[in-house]
């Protein structure tokens, strides 16, 4: 494996509350892009303030970006630290065999959530300032399906699905390379590229699926991911595209 990426930063953490919340207090002190990585979080955390249950052994880290492009723009990375994790959990666990991309920000493994991604703003007012990618992999251990929305795909590890038994550390070295080459494509080629690679890897694509929102509800077929990174679904009152949802198979 070559080195770490020039230009990053990698700060480890033995214990915090967030690490969102530790990029949160860093941000406007770094001058360049930062990994911030903790063995421990106290009070880790999800997809709209869900908790994120983090036991010992499993990873968690935030990326801290400083984007020049707008918000909605610079969101799209949610895609290219996808294809990163898809990319890092291929090499750390030896196969790609079983991994895929769900819609937005989700990693499956045979099926269940070994990963999901969370992206938060810092700044003044709508302006955007830092953008901070949230990651969690379930490496050792994985929460009860008890624990998880009714429908929603049950959450598995790394260890109990591959057998390989993986630092979080050494996930992070994997990780950050993945994710310089795949931010190098998106700086340089645009959303585009990423979009395709991410379609190679997508969960359910072609099939009926559901998309969930706090007020509504639609099903239908998985056709694409559009060049806003909106979900589209071919319903039965035509061709939907929803920006933000949760969804369910």
């Known amino acids: 494996m070559d080195g770490w990426p020039a230009g990053y930063g990698r700060r480890i953490l033995q214990s915090v509350d967030s690490t969102l919340n530790e990029a949160a207090r860093l941000a406007p002190s770094l001058s360049g892009p930062e990994w911030i990585l903790a063995h421990e979080q106290t009070a880790p955390r999800g997809r709209r303030g869900r908790a994120w249950k983090n036991p010992?052994?499993?990873?968690?880290?935030?990326l801290v970006l400083r984007p020049a492009e707008p918000p909605q723009v610079a969101a799209l990375r949610s895609f290219v630290t996808a294809l990163?994790?898809?990319?890092?959990?291929a090499a750390v666990s030896g196969r790609a065999q079983g991994l895929a991309l769900k819609w937005p920000n989700d990693v499956l493994l045979?099926?269940?959530?070994?990963?999901?991604?969370?992206?938060?703003?810092?700044?003044?007012?709508?302006?955007?300032?830092?953008?901070?990618?949230?990651?969690g992999v379930n490496l050792v251990d994985a929460p009860p399906a008890s624990d998880v929305e009714a429908g929603a795909v049950r959450p598995v590890s790394l260890l109990s699905e591959?057998?390989?038994?993986?630092?979080?550390?050494?996930?992070?070295?994997?990780?950050?390379i993945a994710y310089d080459r795949?931010?190098?494509?998106?700086?340089?080629?645009?959303?585009?590229?990423?979009?395709?690679?991410?379609?190679?890897?997508?969960?359910?694509?072609?099939?009926v699926i559901t998309a969930r929102t706090a007020t509504s509800e639609t099903s239908g077929t998985f056709q694409t991911v559009d060049d806003a990174g909106n979900?589209?679904?071919?319903?039965?009152?035509?061709?939907?595209a929803i920006?933000?949802?949760?969804?369910?198979?």
């Open 84 to 89: 990163a994790l898809f990319d890092a959990l």
């Open 231 to 240: 979900l589209v679904l071919k319903t039965a009152r035509g061709v939907v």
């Open 162 to 176: 591959t057998g390989a038994q993986v630092e979080s550390e050494t996930l992070l070295d994997h990780l950050a």
């Open 56 to 62: 010992l052994g499993n990873f968690a880290a935030t």
């Open 243 to 249: 920006p933000a949802a949760d969804v369910f198979f």
């Open 110 to 135: 045979n099926g269940g959530k070994v990963s999901g991604i969370l992206l938060e703003s810092a700044g003044q007012g709508t302006a955007m300032s830092h953008l901070l990618i949230g990651i």
């Open 182 to 207: 795949h931010e190098r494509d998106f700086t340089t080629y645009g959303f585009g590229p990423i979009r395709t690679a991410w379609l190679d890897r997508a969960a359910r694509l072609g099939e």
